[in-house]
């Protein structure tokens, strides 16, 4: 749900006013009516820290909820609970942002972009690693992503070579937007036997631009709410 439709939820489930509300949350009347009008699309530290004690929640939870229903239906929902994990820790998200190179007619989808705040010009891509494959497949072969029949794709004789080659056309795709403040890649793997095999993979065979760091992180898998 959005910001403004948690605040209403939250309202009606109190039957109380907006005046009561907030006061009993900690946040000024202003900044509730602002946030319930959507004038304020993003919550900011100290609100998420009120609501996280109000409600009792880990304010990443609280994160989620919120962000749910900006996000396209394919996202991938542990990156998503990664990507609220990384706000609480002080990072900027810019969700499904579509780049562009200088020369470039189309634009490149990522399922995130993410900057620590004061940090000045140093950007994250983050993707998920069935994000990374499915991209693979619809780009690449205009298929639909299907990781049964790897094998049948030209010059692919095992799944090493499928890894390595999905990694290095994601890592590609970076590399054409030729953008200097991309600083990091982060490919986000389930924590699980054959994803932890295949991270491990991804950073032997990548072949990373200059100034480009890669890193494949492990995340724990949770079911879809």
């Not at 907006?18 to 202003?30: D, M, S, V």
């Not at 990156?79 to 020369?103: A, D, F, I, Q």
């Not at 497949?137 to 499928?162: A, Q, S, T, V």
């Not at 890649?185 to 200059?210: H, S």
């Amino acid at each position: 749900m959005s910001i403004q439709t948690y605040i209403l939820k939250m309202k009606n489930n109190k039957n109380i006013s907006f005046t009561a509300l907030a006061k009993e949350i900690g946040i000024t009347y202003t900044n509730l009516i602002k946030l319930k009008d959507g004038d304020i699309a993003f919550p900011s530290d100290k609100v998420l820290e009120a609501l996280s004690k109000y409600e009792q929640r880990e304010k990443q939870e609280i994160l989620l909820d919120i962000l749910l229903d900006d996000v396209s239906p394919e996202f991938d929902l542990n990156t998503l609970r990664y990507l609220c994990k990384m706000s609480c820790e002080g990072y900027v998200l810019n969700l499904e942002p579509e780049l562009k190179g200088e020369m470039d007619m189309k634009a490149t989808p990522f399922e995130a972009l993410i900057v620590k705040k004061r940090f000045g010009k140093r950007y994250t891509l983050v993707d998920s690693w069935n994000t990374a494959k499915r991209r693979y497949w619809e780009e690449k072969f205009h298929l639909e992503y299907n990781d049964d029949l790897f094998m049948d794709l030209p010059g692919i004789c095992n799944e090493h070579e499928y890894v390595k080659e999905v990694i290095n056309y994601s890592i590609q795709r970076i590399a054409l937007l030729n953008n200097p403040t991309i600083k990091k890649y982060q490919v986000l793997f389930l924590d699980n036997t054959k994803e932890a095999w295949q991270q491990g993979n991804a950073l032997r065979y990548a072949v990373k631009p200059k100034g480009l760091r890669l890193e494949c992180i492990l995340v724990e898998p949770k079911k879809d709410k």
